[in-house]
């Protein structure tokens, strides 16, 4: 069973850095793209970068471009979201999920929302000082 589980997030001071991490199991997760989502309360989720598979290709939702950094490790079946210069606006509940297509598709966010396959449960990022 293709399942997903973030870690990493907790509360850092503006400015500061966080890795998160979205380990795989049941499948390898070089095989597909690999996105990361956030929501904070009251929004809707929202894209935040997605990694194609055998790191192809990236996206970046506009506001974390030369912030945040999505990578791979295949020998630990992870995908890292690298966060840098954290605001408070980057406040949120951040999700990994899967589509199991091979690329990183350019389609609305109420889009790939429904047509992921698999989620991790969420980790929590605070950024307050």
């Known amino acids: 069973q293709l399942q997903l589980v973030e870690s990493g997030g907790g509360l850092v001071q503006p400015g500061g850095s966080l890795r998160l991490s979205c380990a795989g199991s049941?499948?390898?997760?070089?095989?597909?793209?690999i996105r990361w989502f956030r929501q904070a309360p009251g929004n809707e989720r929202e894209a935040v970068s997605c990694?194609?598979?055998?790191?192809?290709?990236?996206y970046y939702e506009d506001s974390v471009k030369g912030r945040f950094t999505i990578s791979r490790d295949n020998a630990k079946n992870t995908v890292y979201l690298h966060m840098n210069s954290l605001k408070p606006g980057d406040t949120a509940v951040y999700y990994c999920?899967?589509?199991?297509?091979?690329?990183?598709?350019?389609?609305?966010?109420?889009?790939?929302?429904?047509?992921?396959?698999?989620w991790g449960q969420g980790t929590q990022v605070t950024v307050s000082s």
């Open positions: 049941g499948f390898p997760l070089d095989a597909y793209a």
């Open positions: 999920a899967t589509d199991q297509m091979v690329h990183c598709r350019a389609e609305p966010t109420a889009v790939l929302v429904r047509t992921m396959t698999a």
């Open positions: 990694i194609s598979s055998s790191d192809t290709g990236t």
